[in-house]
């Protein structure tokens, strides 16, 4: 007997179906944007990953979201004091695109043109159906900005991308060409007012030579949804440093897809996670080595709070004419509440022969060492421990090798602890 | 200044019994060496003089101007004006050196009600004491000891001991690790923090330290006792005639 099975949506996966068909006569695109619109919320339709797919087995997506805010926001936003002084600065306030700064060796469009006029099926990119953030982001994109820094510039002030809210949904994109041989400082900032769902993609190409710092700062309010990802690809001889520090929401997940493409080519990725109350943050990685001759070191660092629990997956594929790949992954966690819960999962799939790689994860606790030596010297205990959090974080931070960037995530670090501390 | 009494203490996990009724009188002014063969216990007797917790105090009395300091905790022994120069200093990832010094100082300073130093005043002092040690600022921008050398970490402990200006400094084994250069100028900066009212106890396996900073006594520990005091010469008898005549004399 055959029998036509309806799956049983959850209100959050109702409330995305139902949006859309609401929505999406008012979203831009011509009409193949829609029919691509149309792709994804089916597979939104098929229902939510639930743990039972390895790629979100830590992350429950099906139970942990449980509220889609209704679509609009209220109000503008304006501009955030960027977090480097003097940048220059691109704004999306819900989901709309903002005027452009002028700025030399940088041209800018608008997501939103490019999918009335036709473009818009470059810029959505190919479908994968197993993409879930690709998913309900194309389904429901409604602007972002394309940036181009041309070949050879070496941009004189970093550029700032500010992703704000009032609250609501907010789905948006970035797309950032660094031409050959041009270097760049990017700082991505996902944050606003009131709790919202965000989706947010950012596709980075770093070209031949180009040499590039892209910092994301997630800072979503209390009880906020915020689905990111992070695609990048490295040329020949180029070098790509990604700091993430997530320090807000409610349930995020982040995820960094990025191929070491080009010979020579190196990528860094540092993570500071500041996990607090009842939420849950989840940094997925998934790093091709594809070609000989490539090096990548991640080092994540996490600090729970409260209930918090967290979550990272770092993946690192080496292809078999990847030799001489060197890749080193670590993750540590410091747990300062017994009701936090930390999972790593790191994975190497290793198809070259001649390679350097190696992964470590760690879960432990203030050295007690370390903090008697601080006391010893006057320090009172809460004050000790609270500067070897700190420390244990800073210490990634500082391996970003910027004076400027370095005091301006610990600035982030010294104001989250006054909360939290 | 420090008096102690009948001192037992043992390891807190396991019950192994380190000192075993030792007393000991520091006047303030004075210089008190103490000196014993390995196992002795003295870098244990530093330990609970700081504070740490490893350690269990099951009978005596450690009295400092005349208070018990039994139940405070070592920033608190820290404030009241004990310092512990460590045979090991720890290194710290993540914490810049000025920071920490920086941190040390006004938390020493609120201890004892007094407003924090500002930032001009902070530079100047470590600016000061930093010169006369030959500690050069690079080095206070990096990790507290963190890939210092054994001498650079002396040192740096040295530092810490004169911007703190405590009123008992007790230094443990200081002259581990140290070329002659790096003693002298180790030495010098103990010798410039000697006063009437500050009493020093150096904690050595040898007397080449104690040719450089000159003591008042000289006190032999062995098997958590003081088993003979003197003056310096007993030292340089020491050095002559190894441990083994004074345990002999003692059993």
Wanted: glycine share 10%.
């Amino acid at each position: 007997m055959n029998m036509h099975v309806t799956p049983q949506h959850t209100p959050a996966e109702k409330a995305l179906i139902e949006g859309y068909h609401a929505r999406v006569g008012d979203l831009p695109g011509d009409g193949m944007v829609t029919i691509k619109r149309d792709e994804a919320i089916e597979a939104i339709k098929a229902g939510l990953p639930t743990r039972h797919v390895e790629a979100w087995h830590y992350t429950d997506l099906r139970r942990l979201l449980t509220t889609v805010p209704a679509a609009a926001t209220a109000g503008n936003t304006s501009a955030l004091e960027p977090l480097l002084a003097g940048s220059t600065v691109l704004h999306v306030s819900g989901g709309k695109t903002q005027a452009f700064p002028s700025a030399q060796g940088l041209s800018f469009m608008r997501l939103s043109d490019e999918l009335v006029e036709g473009r818009g099926l470059a810029a959505l990119g190919p479908t994968d159906a197993a993409d879930t953030i690709g998913a309900i982001n194309t389904a429901f994109v409604s602007d972002g900005y394309g940036v181009e820094i041309a070949e050879g510039v070496e941009l004189s002030a970093p550029l700032e991308l500010q992703n704000l809210h009032n609250g609501g949904q907010v789905h948006t994109r970035f797309g950032v060409n660094v031409g050959a041989g041009a270097k760049a400082v990017i700082v991505e900032r996902q944050t606003g007012e009131a709790s919202a769902l965000a989706s947010a993609i950012t596709t980075l190409s770093v070209r031949d030579g180009a040499e590039v710092m892209y910092l994301i700062v997630q800072e979503q309010p209390k009880g906020s949804s915020h689905l990111g990802q992070f695609r990048a690809t490295i040329g020949k001889d180029a070098k790509l440093t990604v700091f993430i520090m997530n320090a807000g929401g409610k349930l995020v997940r982040q995820e960094i897809i990025v191929d070491a493409a080009g010979e020579g080519c190196d990528f860094q990725l540092r993570g500071v996670n500041l996990l607090s109350g009842d939420s849950h943050t989840d940094v997925t990685m998934v790093l091709d080595h594809s070609v000989p001759n490539t090096g990548s070191r991640e080092v994540i660092r996490n600090v729970l709070t409260d209930r918090a629990k967290g979550v990272f997956q770092g993946r690192i594929n080496v292809h078999q004419i990847a030799q001489k790949t060197d890749a080193k992954m670590a993750c540590n966690t410091l747990l300062l509440s017994d009701d936090a819960d930390f999972s790593a999962k790191p994975e190497l799939e290793i198809f070259a022969d001649d390679v350097a790689c190696g992964h470590g994860a760690t879960v432990t606790d203030i050295n007690e060492d370390h903090l008697f030596y601080l006391m010893a010297r006057g320090v009172p205990e809460k004050a000790g421990r609270g500067l070897l959090v700190k420390a244990f974080l800073a210490e990634v931070i500082e391996e970003l090798e910027n004076e400027a960037v370095i005091e301006a995530l610990e600035a982030k670090l010294d104001a989250w602890f006054v909360l939290h501390g | 200044m420090l008096e102690i009494k009948n001192l037992h203490a043992r390891i807190a996990d396991e019950g192994t019994e380190i000192i075993r009724g030792l007393n000991l009188t520091v006047k303030a002014g004075e210089v008190a060496a103490i000196m014993g063969p390995n196992g002795s216990g003295k870098s244990t007797l530093s330990y609970i003089l700081a504070g740490r917790e490893d350690y269990e105090v099951t009978e005596g009395e450690i009295l400092f101007n005349g208070e018990s300091i039994l139940e405070m905790d070592p920033a608190e022994r820290a404030a009241s004006g004990i310092f512990l120069a460590f045979q090991y200093p720890m290194e710290i990832p993540g914490v810049a050196t000025m920071e920490f010094l920086k941190v040390a100082m006004n938390a020493q300073r609120k201890a004892r009600g007094e407003e924090p130093l500002k930032i001009p005043e902070l530079l100047k002092r470590v600016k000061e004491a930093s010169g006369a040690l030959n500690i050069d600022m690079a080095m206070l921008k990096r990790p507290l000891n963190v890939g210092f050398s054994g001498g650079e970490k002396k040192r740096a402990e040295i530092l810490q001991m004169q911007l703190l200006e405590p009123k008992l400094c007790v230094l443990d084994e200081t002259d581990s690790g140290l070329d002659i250069d790096a003693l002298k100028i180790v030495s010098d900066g103990v010798n410039a923090l000697r006063s009437p009212d500050r009493a020093v106890v150096v904690i050595t396996h040898y007397q080449r330290l104690l040719e450089h900073i000159v003591p008042d006594s000289v006190h032999v520990l062995y098997k958590g006792r003081i088993i003979k005091s003197g003056d310096k010469s007993l030292a340089m008898n020491l050095e002559e005639n190894g441990y083994a005549g004074i345990i002999g004399e003692a059993a």
